[in-house]
C-alpha cells in the first residue's frame, strides 16, 4: 500500500508565503505524475499545479507566476512553494501521484488534505 503524507500548511497574512510538501511512502517502483488540487468549501475540488517525471510543470491561471511545483524523484516528495498569496487562496489543499508499486500495478493516490488560510 501507499500512503501520501502532507506537511506544510497554516495561517499567513496577504502576501505571505508557505510551502507544502507532500511525500509518498510504501512499495514504490516509481512515482510519475504528481500533483496539487485545492478545494474551499462549496467548491469542486481544483487542479491548480502538475508536474511531469521529468520536471515539466503546469499550472491554473489562477495560480501562475506566484505558485512553483517541484519534485524529488529519490524521496518520492512533491513541493508546491506559494507565495504573494491571497484571501481566495483559502482552501484544503491535496497532493496526487500517479504511482507505480513492485506488484505492478499503478494507481493513483491522495495526501490527506493540509489547510491553507490566507487572512486579508
Known amino acids: 500500500q501507499v500512503q501520501l503524507v502532507e506537511s506544510g500548511g497554516g495561517l499567513v497574512q496577504a502576501g505571505g508565503s508557505l510551502r507544502l510538501s507532500c511525500a509518498a511512502f510504501?512499495?514504490?517502483?516509481?512515482?510519475?505524475?504528481m500533483g496539487w488540487f485545492r478545494q474551499a468549501p462549496g467548491n469542486p475540488r481544483d487542479l491548480i499545479a502538475r508536474?511531469?517525471?521529468?520536471?515539466?510543470?503546469d499550472y491554473a491561471d489562477s495560480v501562475k507566476g506566484r505558485f512553483t511545483i517541484s519534485r524529488d524523484n529519490a524521496k518520492n516528495t512533491v513541493y508546491l512553494e506559494m507565495n504573494s498569496l491571497r484571501p481566495e487562496d483559502t482552501a484544503v489543499y491535496y497532493c496526487?501521484?500517479?504511482?507505480?508499486?513492485?506488484?505492478?500495478?499503478?494507481?493513483?493516490?491522495w495526501g490527506q488534505g493540509t489547510q491553507v488560510t490566507v487572512s486579508s
Open positions: 510504501g512499495n514504490i517502483v516509481r512515482t510519475n505524475a
Open positions: 496526487a501521484m500517479t504511482i507505480l508499486l513492485d506488484n505492478e500495478k499503478e494507481s493513483d493516490y
Open positions: 508536474i511531469t517525471r521529468d520536471g515539466r510543470p
